[in-house]
């Protein structure tokens, strides 16, 4: 199957117009010039006769190859990943821009089912591969430096030996693939489709997330309570959708022999479970000291008894409310970008420049914002719901990190280039500390400094701690629906079970605040990737410490950690900075910039 990855951030950026000057849009026609473009026809046709070729010529055959026939066959399926992940991308970011029109949600859903149905007869390439020996496999690697190039790939197809089915049935289930993309897409149009009102403006979900972060109190709550509201009319709807993705998950799982829900993630991403584990334990023992104690200072900054959901994104009051016009977020990026390494920021550079950014809002957009790497002979996109708040410049920090990784990885070819959602967050999350620290550094006063670390702290509270309670809230639901079908009622539940343990006892939860799972996304298209955000928060932390110590050399190590893309193991790619992840002492590395941080804040308090 081929997919558009699905938009990475869980931001709550979007709403009414402002004066942020102008705001560029994409420029598709690197892909395709529309819809009747004549490439998108040949690309189509190509790829129809390509797959069919390739299944005609190595259906049955992969064992009996030497060294150059293997290679010849790698290339062929490269060729037509490549050229399947240019139309998908196309299909893809066109909906993205506007997923209320059915037109455009029909063009997507339709290349989809073409290129499924083409590419059904090449499940054989991973089933084949599988029932190679590893002497075999490591006898033509050693004969073609080129092919061996390949092994990562292969590894992680042969990570997957133990999951497999019978030639029949995976090609049934890549088949039915498309049923499960349908819930996904119910999602997404019932999302975009939501309808609120807030003081008598309506508002689609993404202006009324915005609110959440408005000044005024009673704005803020009218917010909430119109979420809450409207989730809860819709709710059935939600929990149909992630009783079935979980139960055709559990079914999948069953099937393969997976030994918990969570292993196929953890294969995709390359890493151990009992990395995760780690990572997901360090934090949880660590909420009492991050996300408690910066909300207990936060609840006396609002000067409150006690705080409400619809305070926890709330501005701070000594925060200045001065919207950053978009020049003004691009230099500050560019600049933090090239003063690390003026190599950054020419890769960067034509994000601005040559329409590879939607920056938006706009009525039936996507939420949110993502960098989506196309294929590798083009170019990233990267899409924000850009309102001018410090956080929207933050985020544009974040996905052209994501775009700046995409376009070094790229030089690896298709099937290398793709970086596991664990490191993939690396750049991104780098790039935002990098801007945050340039930011820092300009602070004109105590009071503007006390501002941007609280900010900081309230991001990485919600990439580390929010993330790891969501993941929490996945790992119960699916345990849960083994056990049959939930109600939204025994949704909610589980959604509160972790709420109060993560954001802890400076906070009271309203009723409604139940439903707020319904419009997470990632939940739906891609279960259990919210663990990445820490990962990559956590293993960024610990790597910006080792280039504040003055790392001699780090800044040519960190490219080439983005250049390696997906062609190297996390142990591999850290090993450079004296860093293992697999180490527990690891994560407590990263865990203790945050704490560091409010200590800082507790300081200034005194």
């Known amino acids: 199957m081929f997919h558009l990855p699905f938009p990475v951030r869980d931001a709550n950026a979007s709403g009414a117009a402002a004066p942020l000057g102008d705001l560029p849009e994409w420029n598709l026609d690197d892909l395709y010039a529309g819809e009747d473009a004549p490439e998108l026809k040949r690309d189509l046709d190509w790829l129809e006769q390509a797959c069919s070729s390739f299944a005609a010529d190595y259906e049955g055959k992969l064992a009996d190859l030497d060294a150059p026939g293997f290679l010849d066959c790698v290339l062929r399926q490269e060729k037509i990943n490549q050229v399947a992940g240019r139309i998908m991308s196309y299909a893809g970011l066109r909906y993205y821009q506007l997923t209320t029109d059915a037109g455009r949600a029909k063009f997507m859903s339709d290349h989809q089912e073409k290129i499924t149905n083409f590419t059904t007869p090449l499940v054989f390439f991973t089933l084949e591969i599988n029932r190679l ?91 909430a309570r119109e979420l809450a509201d409207v989730f809860g009319s819709n709710i059935k709807t939600f929990a149909r959708v992630h009783n079935t993705q979980a139960k055709e998950k559990e079914i999948m799982d069953r099937w393969r022999g997976m030994e918990t829900p969570q292993t196929g993630r953890h294969l995709s991403n390359q890493v151990e479970p009992e990395v995760v584990e780690a990572l997901r334990n360090a934090v949880v023992s660590a909420y009492p000291r991050l996300g408690h104690r910066y909300y207990e200072l936060k609840r006396k900054w609002l000067g409150l008894d006690v705080m409400q959901v619809w305070d926890r994104n709330a501005p701070l009051p000594m925060e200045d409310n001065a919207i950053v016009g978009w020049d003004q977020a691009e230099k500050t990026v560019m600049d933090a970008y090239n003063a690390f390494d003026p190599r950054m920021g020419e890769i960067a550079a034509p994000f601005f420049s040559d329409g590879w950014i ?127 079908e939930l109600t939204p009622d025994d949704i909610n539940a589980l959604w509160m079970s972790v709420q109060a343990e993560s954001l802890g006892p400076a906070f009271e939860f309203m009723d409604g605040y139940e439903t707020f799972w319904a419009y997470i996304p990632h939940f739906v298209h891609s279960p259990f990737y919210v663990y990445a955000y820490a990962f990559g928060d956590g293993l960024v932390n610990a790597l910006y410490a080792v280039y504040a110590e003055g790392d001699d050399g780090f800044e040519d190590k960190y490219f080439e950690m983005l250049k390696a893309g997906g062609s190297k193991h996390h142990k591999e790619l850290l090993a450079p900075f004296g860093l293992d992840a697999s180490d527990p002492a690891f994560w407590d590395k990263g865990l203790s910039m945050i704490s560091g941080f409010i200590d800082e804040l507790e300081a200034m308090e005194g």
């Open 133 to 223: 020996d590893d002497d075999h496999l490591d006898g033509l690697y050693a004969q073609n430096a080129d092919l061996a190039r390949y092994k990562p790939v292969f590894d992680r197809i042969r990570a997957m030996k133990p999951y497999q089915l019978s030639d029949e049935m995976e090609k049934f289930l890549h088949d039915l693939g498309v049923v499960g993309d349908a819930w996904e897409r119910l999602f997404d149009e019932t999302i975009a489709g939501l309808e609120f009102e807030v003081d008598g403006e309506p508002l689609n979900i993404e202006g009324t997330l915005n609110l959440l972060t408005d000044t005024d109190r009673a704005k803020r709550e009218a917010a």
């Open 358 to 484: 939607d920056a938006g809002v706009k009525p039936g957009k996507a939420p949110g914002a993502f960098a989506h790497p196309t294929v590798t002979d083009v170019h990233p996109y990267v899409m924000l719901n850009y309102l001018g708040k410090p956080r929207d410049v933050m985020t544009l920090a974040h996905e052209l990190g994501h775009g700046v990784h995409q376009v070094l990885a790229a030089e690896q070819g298709e099937m290398l280039s793709s970086t596991p959602l664990t490191l993939a967050e690396t750049a991104s999350v780098f790039g935002e500390m990098l801007t945050f620290r340039k930011m820092l550094d300009g602070a004109e006063s105590d009071a503007q400094r006390k501002v941007m670390l609280a900010g900081k702290v309230e991001d990485m509270i919600n990439t580390v701690v929010r993330q790891i309670a969501f993941y929490d809230f996945e790992c119960k639901l699916h345990e849960a629906r083994r056990g049959g």
